[in-house]
């Protein structure tokens, strides 16, 4: 019954997908991973969700503080996320 079920699914994908203009196929990519990734993330332990709160407020004193990254410099670091060239976190 699960492979019928996981067969459906892959049909109706197929189908969406020959719908998706070619030119949005990098986006749909990307949106697909990033959904992929958020559902597949394991529970973090205590340990780790107190870093990721240090981390939050560090973020937001900088924002506070003025202490900001260029946009596109940004931009530039995430499109390498994967990559085997993988950029470095710009720096103000």
Do not use: C
């Amino acid at each position: 019954m699960m492979a019928n079920a996981h067969q459906i699914y892959v049909e109706q994908l197929q189908s969406e997908l020959r719908q998706i203009p070619e030119e949005y196929m990098p986006a749909l990519i990307d949106i697909v991973h990033a959904f992929r990734t958020g559902v597949t993330i394991k529970p973090t332990s205590h340990q780790k969700k107190a870093q990721m709160l240090k981390e939050t407020k560090e973020g937001l004193a900088d924002l506070e503080a003025d202490r900001l990254v260029d946009g596109t410099e940004v931009m530039e670091w995430l499109d390498s996320w994967g990559a085997e060239s993988e950029g470095l976190a710009p720096k103000q």
